[in-house]
Every structure is written in C-alpha cells, then in structure tokens.
C-alpha cells in the first residue's frame, strides 16, 4: 500500500505543531499627564469596548481584564497563533490584559498593557483531529490602539 507524499508531509508537519512557542511582549507608554488622567483613560477604553474587568487595584495600578474575541482575520490582526499545515482555528479567541500604571516621580504616567491571547484550535495527529487551546503572540495592534485612546482621552 502506497502512502501519498502529501499524507505524509502532512503528518510531518503536524508535529511541529506542537513546538509551538508564543512570545508575550508587555507593550508601553509614557505620557505627560498625571495617573489619574491615565486611569480614567484606561476605564473608558475597557467601557466602551465592553471589556469585563474582573480585578481592579486603582491604588496599586493593576487591572486584570477579559475579552472573548471574534476569529478571522480579525483575530489574525491581534494575534498569531502559530496556525496553518495540521493546526486549523476552531472557535472563538479571547484575550486577557493586565494593564498596569505608574505614576512617575515628576508627575508624568507610565501604563504598560500585557495581553495574552487564545484560541481553540483542532490539532491533526496520526489520521485524526485534537483539540487543544492554543497560546498565541500579541502583533501589539491592540495594544498600542489602548495606549492611543488613553493618549487621547480628555477627562
């Protein structure tokens, strides 16, 4: 019995799915007014965005908050999953921040975004389909669009 050559580089292939090593990247600015301001920024980017904050720490800075995202090409502008030959998109992605602001010691701010982002996906191993939750590297477009609205949020 004759294996096609594509069967097996498809198998082959599938095997390096599992290396599969996101990088997580915390993305930064600095702004030239107080943490309040960029507190209050942060607040109504996660408001109208109906972002679910589930901890909230105003004294020390830290937010932790969750999203579940679309698929597609626009999940693909946030994130690389590392998807392709023998790791196919399943469902819907999500996406996890900590955001996190300093107040500097001259009166300017620091907010630093963390995301962290998932989607399920179906693994091809030996002639049948897994199911795993794949991490995936942030592009920084979301992100830096955070770090925008806060730049240019009038309070």
Sequence with gaps: MKVPAVMVIA???SGCGGGWMPEHKPVSREYAF???QAWRGLMDYFTLNSIQIKTIEKDSGVIYAERLCGGG???TEFANCGTGVGVTPSGHGSV???AFVVEQ???TSKVTINADFSIPVMMYAVFTNVPDLRQC???GTLERSILNHVANFNS
């Design 11 to 13: 198998v082959l292939l």
């Design 34 to 36: 107080g943490k309040d």
């Design 73 to 75: 090409e626009k999940f």
């Design 96 to 98: 996890g921040f900590n």
């Design 105 to 107: 010691e001259d009166g």
């Design 137 to 139: 590297s942030s592009t």
